[in-house]
């Protein structure tokens, strides 16, 4: 809801009420103000405008205890909460408020940010019905950042007798037609064998159209034609591994979609391109990609290649890429019970006008979640191990898996996910598994969360 929308006794509606104030200076209606202060329902108060409110309410600082005072555009690299270090981006230069505190009623003082010249100042304060954040915690936010905090005083708000536990989840990443079938079967005896629940994705054609890497041979090969690839994929099965769809194809076409055009490389349902230095655009949808039908036609072919491999539709579903339209999303919902993946979404979406795909903004979520898409989307929250520099994409290992999943414990009913890709050392796997449950992390199946 628009906030100048807002009408009086709205509030008293609900049990709970999140302001983001993303633009400076917007005129807040008096109603809302006066219903915020009122005290009867939890609110959230995200950044800017909390001024109107205090400036309204001649009693605020003596009555929550605390007023904010200047913008402060220091650099500001951590955020401590629960004894823990969350990271902030570092070129992230945006203002937050310095709060100045008063003795007057208790408050709760939450989480503190730490400045470059190692002075410290609250990033969030809590007192009666009010939580205010002195920035936009979705901004510039990755794994172990200060947007886990945000999810965790959500709870404060809305569920707050939730019970504290630590579930993980891990999932065998990128899997086609000419994966080594042996490798997946030894990293999927081992999860079993450790009483690790686990999911594995599949695509379900390998295409390499130019022969990127066959010296100009074209390749294509769908999975019915790897009687190996079929039994390993029903092993995996039977030991408790649950399918993902991940694709079609894993790529667009013949063109670079950002890189290669080759399955596993590229995005599937989104046009995306790499500048020479490495930086991806997201473009928008591809040209057939005009309405739902276009993905629907994707995911019956998915659907008919595994029938044609005695294999069975899964149920959930991860874009290649993390990558989509809305009107894949859309068909995503009619086809798959939930998703396994960071999701993007648009202006548009929320207020039912016309998409814009320019500004595309991607979020990852620490809990299952029904996003506005209408589905059910599983937490994918620190990303996967990858030993190796690919196109200017820094490595990432298991102590950096490891090091965000105890960032992860901030979130009192959080889940720590990653991904593995069967073709690394399966020391890598073995190490990280081992890391989160050291944290106290219990895993668990995609189908449990």
């Known amino acids: 809801m628009p906030v100048v929308s807002y009408a009086t006794g709205t509030l008293q509606q609900y049990s709970a009420c999140i302001y983001i104030g993303s633009t400076y200076g917007e005129p807040l209606p008096a109603a809302f103000l006066t219903d915020v202060y009122a005290g009867t329902t939890n609110v959230i108060w995200i950044y800017d405008n909390i001024w109107q409110l205090t400036s309204s309410q001649p009693q605020f600082a003596v009555r929550y205890g605390f007023m904010p005072s200047v913008f402060d555009a220091s650099p500001v690299a951590t955020v401590t909460y629960k004894s823990q270090s969350l990271k902030r981006y570092s070129a992230n230069a945006g203002r937050h408020h310095e709060l100045l505190h008063h003795r007057s009623p208790p408050r709760r003082c939450l989480p503190s940010a730490c400045a470059r010249d190692n002075t410290m100042f609250p990033w969030a304060v809590r007192s009666g019905n009010l939580t205010y954040i002195g920035e936009i915690p979705f901004a510039y936010m990755s794994e172990g950042d200060r947007y886990l905090i945000l999810c965790d005083l959500l709870f404060d708000a809305l569920t707050p007798t939730t019970a504290t536990q630590h ?52 390749q294509d090969v769908p999975l019915h034609t790897q009687p190996l690839m079929i039994a390993a994929i029903r092993t995996m099965q039977v030991l408790g591994g649950v399918m993902i769809h991940h694709g079609y194809t894993h790529q667009y076409s013949n063109i670079a979609n950002p890189y290669t055009a080759v399955t596993g490389d590229d995005c599937e349902f989104y046009r995306i391109t790499s500048s020479s230095a490495g930086v991806l655009t997201y473009v928008g949808p591809l040209p057939p990609d005009t309405d739902s039908s276009w993905a629907q036609g994707r995911f019956d072919s998915y659907a008919a290649e595994l029938t044609a491999s005695g294999l069975t539709m899964p149920g959930i579903s991860t874009f290649p890429a993390y990558s989509a339209s809305v009107p894949d999303y859309q068909a995503a919902v009619r086809t798959f019970a939930a998703r396994a993946e960071r999701t993007l979404y648009f202006p548009g979406v929320l207020t039912n006008r016309t998409i814009d795909y320019t500004r595309p903004a ?88």
Do not use: C, M
Not at 179 to 194: R, V
């Open 167 to 218: 579930r993980a989840l891990v999932r065998l990443e990128d899997i086609h037609p000419l994966s080594d079938p042996t490798a997946l079967l030894q990293a999927a005896e081992w999860l079993f064998s450790n009483g690790i629940p686990f999911s594995f994705h599949i695509t379900a054609r390998y295409l390499d159209p130019n022969g990127y890497y066959t010296g100009g041979v074209p």
């Open 362 to 449: 991607g979020q990852y979520v620490p809990y299952s979640v029904q996003d506005v898409y209408g589905s059910k989307v599983l937490p994918d929250t620190l990303g996967g191990i990858d030993p190796t520099v690919y196109f200017n994409i820094p490595p990432r290992l298991p102590a950096d898996i490891v090091a965000d999943a105890q960032r992860t414990l901030v979130i009192r009913d959080g889940v720590a996910s990653f991904f593995y890709n069967p073709e690394d050392p399966l020391s890598y796997l073995q190490q990280t598994v081992q890391g989160l449950q050291d944290l106290g992390y219990r895993f668990v199946s995609p189908l449990d969360v």
